[in-house]
């Protein structure tokens, strides 16, 4: 392993490759007084000034290897130099990148940093109750990983194999998702409000060898049995040989056979670990989201191109400089707190802020009580949150000194305008910067925001707006076809690999192709849809497929749909996203019952905790209608765009009928919603 030599600043390392591209040599904000005209298609703006976003953005689109290899270079602690750039190909879903080259992600997210300034701030853990946040340096957090990452050497993990993580947000968690890349092993974040059965699936389609969890957590002054939760799941996980268990409280958990205390392991452990050279493109973690079939996926994301992305986006979206207290409240169970809590923040050798709580414990005023007392610079939540918070009314962001806020940033989901303003205006006090961002777990980090672009650039509430650099968005018709120009709508898809996106899925890679590459051949399609302003901003619209969005946690319908179909009683099931206040979008669940059935209130009950227990209680549906039948088409296909109509639509007009095997059904399900909506007494 070589000596890692001191991180360097990406702006400046930006600033390079323009000279070394013959690019001018200009600063990448606030060089120049242009207002930031983003152009639909790369490439088409050659009026663009030297080292301007749209310059730069032509640039990443048409010479990917210019672009990149510096950026990788300088960017990244490399122990071997890669050769070759890039080697991508959509129409056989090829993803490498930095072929050839070997790191080591910890190291580059920790060592780096201890070598220059041991003592400076990695994590601020907001713990659950206010007040009692902990600081751990970068020196602290390398010894923490090293120590954990003997641990589990002892407990035979090796390089390659699988390890979940279900724990909620704390250094531990962190040093847990590290200590996994210091030894080569494979992490896989559960999200630590799944189901028992959901980590099972987890765990089982991954075949982790080890889990980690905690005794207990502690969430809005709440205690989360999480113990218990993988007790109960690793009954069904035969892979799995060892949990190690953390202690978040001091109450004593039954402890079985697989079963070590984590911080006793640690303590005999030697407080380094050499770290395992990984090359570009060994999988660095896998992380299970789902889509509009089947069982949630697992996807890949590697370790070069990942992380570069990631730490790249961190810095240039939010406009991250050094000193600043990077805050993103997401949990690290989802991508974002992967990419803009741990890796992107931590690899620019940032302080990045871990949030235990939730926005309204102990009131709701909490976000801001914690942007005043750990002085966050930039903020980084969801739509949902906000559309929570401002109901509350404004008295609870006024109460509190937000000046040390430079940068705020949405999502997860499309954000309201109201959301949008009052996020801007009362909290940002109109002075902020306030980025909505769109990406996917699966393009590993952000790919559309309105940042990074000159200063002063125009930013066009609720908008993501401008592609990322190596980003090149594509907008495809019904047929399939490419569609040009501007004031346009349709499926968003991309015509070029980036570092940053997931190179598989785990273990199925014919999934992979089939859910991204297959709809429209030689490009990657995300499953929403978008609209190209006059202007040629990107305007997401909302998923195209199955797919729905509660509170921004992703969720199958037919995951739910699935779930509700193991009810004796319930021989089938349609659910559809209807949108909602707070939540964004809630499940509404259409039922058909058997016969026999006596009291379908009981039904119902039952049915809600069978989604909570299969899923997690998040994708529980707000509402279930009994029906008769389920609209199918002659092929035996579910209509769920009707049943969207019936419910959402106030006109009669219900689109195109004729494919309906019995179009009476309308008339049924009409009748049956018009009874359920009338107060029940
Ligand atoms: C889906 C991805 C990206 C991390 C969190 C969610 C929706 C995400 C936005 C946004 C409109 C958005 C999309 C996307 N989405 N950000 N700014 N505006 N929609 O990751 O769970 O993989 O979900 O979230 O529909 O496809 P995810």
Known sequence: MVVPRLGRSVGHLLDRLCRHSGLLAQPLSGATARRGQASGRPGSNPGAPPGSYSALRAQAAREPAAFWGPLARDTLVWDTPFHTVWDCDFSSGKIGWFLGGQLNVSVNCLDQH????????????????????????????????????????????????????????SPLAVAAMLACARIGAIHTVVFAGFSAESLAGRINDAKCK???TVNQGLRGGRVLELKKIVDEAVKLCPTV???????????????????????????????????????????????????????????????????????????????????????????IGWITGHSYVVYGPLCNGATS??????????????????????????????????????????????????????TLGSVGEPINHEAWEWLHKVVGDSRCTLVDTWWQTETGGICIAPRPSEEGAEIVPCMAMRPFYGIVPVIMDDKGSVMEGNGISGALC??????GMARTIYGNHARFLDAYFTAY?????????????????????????????????????AEIEDAMAT????????????????KGEAAFAFIVLKDDVANSDVVEKELKSTVATKIAKYAVPDQILVVKRLPKTRSGKVMRRLLRKIVTSSSQDLGDTTTLEDPSVITEILNAYEKYKQPKC
């Open 114 to 169: 201890v070598q220059k300034s041991p003592e400076s701030v990695a994590l601020i853990w907001e713990q659950d109750e206010p007040g009692t946040e902990v600081r751990i340096t970068y020196r602290e957090l390398l010894e923490t990983t090293c120590r954990l990452a003997n641990t589990l050497k002892r407990h035979e993990v090796h390089r390659g194999d699988r390890v979940a993580i279900y724990m909620p947000v």
């Open 210 to 212: 080890v889990v980690i």
């Open 241 to 331: 040989r060892c949990v190690l268990v953390a202690h978040r409280t001091d109450k004593k958990v039954s402890m079985g056979k697989l079963d070590v205390v984590l911080e006793q392991e640690m303590a005999k452990e030697n407080p380094e670990c050499a770290p395992e050279s990984m090359n570009s493109e060994d999988m660095l973690f896998l992380l299970y989201t789902s889509g509009s079939t089947g069982t949630p996926k697992g996807l890949v994301h590697t370790q070069a191109g990942y992380l570069l992305y990631a730490a790249l986006t961190h810095k240039l979206v939010f406009d991250y400089k050094p000193g600043d207290v990077f805050g993103c409240v997401a949990d």
């Open 353 to 406: 802020v871990l949030f235990e709580s939730t926005p309204v414990y102990p009131d709701a005023g909490r976000y801001w009580e914690t942007v005043q007392r750990l002085q966050i610079s930039q903020f980084y939540c969801a739509p949902t949150a906000v559309r929570l918070l401002l109901k509350y009314g404004d008295a609870w962001v006024k109460k509190y000194d937000l000046s040390s806020l430079r």
């Open 494 to 499: 991309f015509s070029q690999a980036w570092p």
């Open 521 to 557: 051949p030689g490009y990657y399609f995300s499953g929403d849809g978008v609209y190209r302003t006059q202007s040629g901003y990107y305007q997401i619209t909302g998923r195209v497929d199955d797919v729905i969005n509660i509170s921004g946690h992703r969720v199958g319908t």
């Open 567 to 582: 009810h004796p009683s319930v021989p089938e099931a349609a659910v559809i996203g209807i949108p909602h206040d707070i």
